[in-house]
C-alpha cells in the first residue's frame, strides 16, 4: 500500500486551510493527510481526525484525514497570529520527519507567509525550499516549476537582475543541470532526459556581441556534461525556446534567471503550476501560489494548483516506488 501524502497546513490564515478541504473533494481517493490545527479549517469541514499516517488510508473518500498539530492559538482567515509562527515550522519538521522515515510517501507544502514566521519565531531561512533542504541536510537543492505543458529550472532564482551574471558560474550551472538530470530520471521516469538550456543574453549572446557569458560559462558547461552522456541543447535563444514545436523537442528547460523561467510556464498555465525541489531526498511539491490573505475565507480561492501538486506528489511517489 502506497503510503499517504503528508499536506502541511502553511500559514493557517491564508488560503492554505480551505484549498486542502477542496482539494480533498476533488481527489476524494488519493491517499493523504493534512498536518495542523483542526480550529483553523472552514468550520463544518469534512474531517477526521487520524493518529497516524497509515490511517489515512480507513477514511471515507472525500473526508480529510487530519493529523492534529496543536498551535497556540486560534487563527481567523485573513489575519496573522504570531503566536502560531512556531507551530507552523514544527509542521514543516513533522512532515519532513515522516517523510524520512517513509511514514508519509511525499511532503505536498501549503504557502507560507515569511514575514509572520520570521517576526513570530525569528525563521532564519528565505523560505520553504531552504529550510527543507537544512532539514534534509543537503547543501543544494534545484526549483522546478511544473506542469503537462512544461517543466522549467531556474539557476538563479531570487537574484537581482543587475546580479544575476556575477551570480551565474560553471559550478552553480553545473550542479542545477546535474539535479535536474537526475529528477527527471529518479522522479519523473525519463530515462534519458532531454533538457534544453537557454542562454543568458538576447539571441544566446549572438557569438558575443551581446555578452560573452554564453561562450565562456554556458558552452564550456555543457559540453562537459554533453562528455558524460547527458541529452543538453543549447545555449539557446529563450525568445525560440517556448513555442508548442520547441517545446516537443525537450523535458525540461533550464533558464538563467528567475522570469526567463517562470513567464512561460505562468503563462501556459497559470492554475496549473506546480513548485518541485529536486535534490531532497523525499519528494516535495507544492502549489505555485502565496498565501493570499486578502481573499482567505471568502470562497473564492482556486484549488487548482494544490490539486495539480497533490497529484504531482502521487505520480513522482510512485515512480520512485516502482524503480525501488
Known sequence: MTAPIALTCGE????????????????????????????????????QLIGAPEQAHAVPPGVLPVLEHRFAADNPPGVLVPENARGIIEV?????????????GAVCTAPLHKKALKDGAGFGFPGHTEFLAHLAGVEQVVMMLASPLLRVVPVTIHVPIAEVSAALTASRLTETLRLTHAGLIADFGLAR?????????????????????????????????????????????????F??????????????????????????????????????????????????????????????????????????????????
Not at 200 to 217: D, V, Y
Request: charged share 20%.
Open 193 to 241: 532526459p532531454r533538457i534544453a538550456v537557454a542562454g543568458l543574453n538576447p539571441h544566446a549572446g549572438e557569438g558575443g556581441a551581446m555578452g560573452r557569458e554564453e561562450i565562456e560559462i554556458i558552452a564550456p558547461v555543457l559540453a562537459r556534461l554533453r562528455a558524460e552522456g547527458m541529452d543538453l541543447m543549447g545555449p539557446l535563444s529563450a525568445d525560440t525556446m
Open 92 to 104: 514543516i519538521e513533522r512532515a519532513v520527519s515522516l517523510a524520512q522515515s517513509g511514514a508519509a
Open 243 to 324: 513555442h508548442a514545436r520547441a517545446r516537443a523537442s525537450y523535458d525540461a528547460a533550464v533558464c538563467m534567471y528567475h522570469d526567463q523561467a517562470l513567464i512561460p510556464i505562468k503563462t501556459l498555465d497559470f492554475d496549473g503550476g506546480v513548485n518541485v525541489t529536486l535534490g531532497l531526498p523525499f519528494i516535495r511539491t507544492s502549489p505555485d501560489h502565496g498565501t493570499a490573505l486578502d481573499i482567505a475565507g471568502k470562497g473564492i480561492a482556486r484549488p487548482d494548483s494544490l490539486i495539480a501538486a497533490l497529484q504531482m506528489a502521487r505520480d513522482m511517489a510512485q515512480v520512485r516506488g516502482a524503480r525501488l
Open 12 to 47: 493557517p490564515g491564508g488560503i492554505g486551510p480551505e484549498l486542502a478541504v477542496a482539494a480533498r473533494a476533488a481527489l476524494p481517493d488519493l491517499p493523504m493527510f493534512w498536518i495542523g490545527d483542526p480550529r483553523h479549517l472552514p468550520k463544518g469541514s469534512a474531517m
